[in-house]
């Protein structure tokens, strides 16, 4: 059966071009794959702010700027711009804050609300967003993924 959906999917192609029917193009939305190095910048007990670099899918290499406000006990509301060589993408949502040590750790996911070239299409989408970090080296790695 999955050996005809080929040849049906150009039927109804050919068939919709033929009924003055223009075909739209099969459009997906880029996989978000980015990585990155940030520091703290403020060391507030309610908020935090996270500055750095990042590369990756689909904005290319850039400036990362991430900004938490403690709302609980373990959770932070959390918000995200990334401004890369080829595109702009802003997410919010809420993450898990986890301290062992020295080491502060979030997981979450964030709700992409803005974009600009590359993470066109992106919009609306819901990623994975983790962090983890020596606050005594205050170096940490950032991940948004989805």
Same mark, same amino acid.
């Given at each position: 059966m999955t050996r005809h959906r080929p040849a049906l999917l150009a039927a109804v192609l050919v068939g919709?071009?033929?009924?003055?029917?223009?075909?739209?193009?099969a459009v997906s939305a880029p996989r978000v794959a980015v990585h990155g190095t940030a520091k703290l910048l403020d060391r507030g007990v309610a908020e935090l702010r996270q500055t750095g670099t990042f590369s990756g899918a689909p904005l290319g290499s850039g400036r990362l700027d991430g900004r938490a406000k403690i709302t609980g006990e373990r959770t932070a509301r959390m918000t995200i711009a990334l401004r890369g060589s080829k595109g702009f993408l802003r997410a919010s949502g809420t993450v898990t804050v986890r301290v *062992? @040590?020295?080491? =502060?750790?979030?997981?979450?996911?964030?709700?992409?609300?803005?974009?600009?070239?590359?993470?066109?299409?992106? *919009? @609306?989408?819901? =990623?994975r967003l983790r962090g983890t970090g020596d606050l005594v080296g205050n170096r940490?790695?950032?991940?948004?993924t989805g």
């Open positions: 919709g071009a033929s009924a003055g029917l223009a075909a739209a193009p *062992k @040590g020295t080491t =502060l750790s979030y997981t979450g996911t964030a709700k992409v609300s803005s974009v600009d070239g590359g993470a066109r299409g992106l *919009k @609306g989408r819901v =990623l940490f790695a950032v991940d948004l």
